[in-house]
């Protein structure tokens, strides 16, 4: 059973993690050491009593809502921002003021239980009076629209498994923007409970992507006020390039918060929102409408090359050539537009996601690795 200790200190967090500890063995530990001490000094208290182990983090995330939470056994937070301590097991939540710490031995009984917050629903765009309609894009490729959606529905499928212990929580603006950004290595890199994203997020609020702007906001009531002031600078700048240009069709956004995706239109007169769809939340999978606005939204069109007009097994037989790997041949499939949807089969044998380390030898089957940029997102197949 394991302990984790966290420190929280203006926007930083410091964890550590202890493994058979008692909880009353901690609790005496810090009362003796923050007795009789100042608000200024319990930082440089705290951090010395685990001398060179702590590692620094960007977000707290609660590994209780996770079914893995049998293996943890406490957490402890010191928000010293707030200047208190909160004491965290399986289904119980407390917390007491620093101060007292100063000032007595404090024991279990000194815990003030409350309800811990539940992962953020404000500011959902289900919630605003909005003109809804169904869209859709004009001249979605439909073999396309299913090719990218056999690899990447299930792509996503375990990138939310695999950070379910974030994305079923709350968490940060700068942990939003992490999560917001795969751009699709070591064998079976294991994601725990107190892993964070470590690849760069998008500097970006909204990104062109063919026809169609991403706007990111954790908060998608916000997104809102984004897109109105972007279509604003939008038509500035085209009138000031030309003086008489007025306006033709609509300006579409794609709305993604992490949980929620929507669909949004805006022109000189009007403005117009599908119904929001259920995206990654951690603990459902993501639903069929979200996925087929995602992908509708972000198609891009492929030159077409002399290898379009081969049959579809003949294309299957040109990517079979181009790697080893065959979640990698599926994922050019997707970009050079060729070949049929991918099976997720290989050899008769179906892929499968690896969850923990493996030990490579010339024999088993080809891993595939998933990598963002030069980081890795715990997505690894054979």
Not at 23 to 31: I, Q, V
Not at 56 to 78: A, C, E, G, N, S
Not at 95 to 100: E, H, T
Request: charged share 25%.
């Amino acid at each position: 059973m394991a302990t984790n200790v966290l420190i929280s200190s203006q926007g930083t967090v410091f964890l550590v993690m202890r493994r058979s500890v008692e909880d009353d063995t901690m609790l005496k530990l810090f009362s003796e050491q923050l007795k009789d001490t100042t608000q200024e000094s319990t930082f440089d208290v705290l951090y010395p009593l685990f001398k060179d182990d702590w590692l620094q983090k960007d977000d707290i995330i609660d590994p209780f809502l996770d079914r893995r939470r049998y293996h943890m056994r406490t957490v402890w937070i010191f928000d010293l921002d707030n200047d208190l301590v909160r004491f965290h097991k399986a289904n119980h939540y407390t917390w007491v003021a620093l101060d007292l710490f100063r000032q007595q031995d404090v024991t279990t009984q000194d815990f003030i239980p409350y309800t811990p917050p539940t992962p953020a629903t404000q500011g959902s765009l289900s919630k605003l009076k909005l003109h809804r309609r169904l869209m859709r894009r004009n001249g979605i490729c439909a073999e396309s629209l299913a090719r990218r959606g056999a690899l990447v529905g299930r792509l996503l499928f375990d990138f939310a498994y695999q950070w379910r212990h974030v994305l079923c929580g709350r968490y940060n603006n700068s942990t939003f923007k992490e999560v917001c950004t795969p751009r699709p290595g070591i064998g079976g890199y294991l994601i725990w409970l107190n892993s964070l994203p470590e690849w760069e997020p998008f500097n970006e609020s909204i990104v062109r992507v063919g026809g169609v702007s991403i706007v990111f906001a954790q908060h998608p009531c916000h997104a809102i006020t984004m897109i109105r002031n972007d279509f604003r600078d939008y038509v500035r700048w085209e009138t000031k390039l030309d003086p008489s240009y007025c306006l033709r069709g609509s300006r579409t956004y794609l709305v993604l918060s992490v949980r929620e995706v929507a669909l949004f239109r805006i022109d000189s007169e009007q403005e117009r929102c599908t119904t929001t769809e259920r995206l990654l939340d951690g603990t459902l999978p993501l639903s069929d409408t979200a996925l087929n606005l995602l992908l509708e939204a972000t198609q891009v069109k492929v030159p077409v090359t002399p290898l379009h007009q081969l049959p579809v097994e003949l294309q299957d037989n040109v990517l079979q050539n181009m790697s080893a790997g065959p979640v990698e041949r599926a994922r050019a499939g997707c970009v050079l537009g060729l070949g049929s949807p991918f099976t997720w089969r290989s050899e008769g044998r179906d892929i499968q996601r690896v969850e923990g380390r493996t030990n490579r030898t010339p024999w088993p089957p080809v891993e595939s690795h998933i990598h963002f940029g030069e980081s890795i997102p715990g997505l690894v197949y054979k």
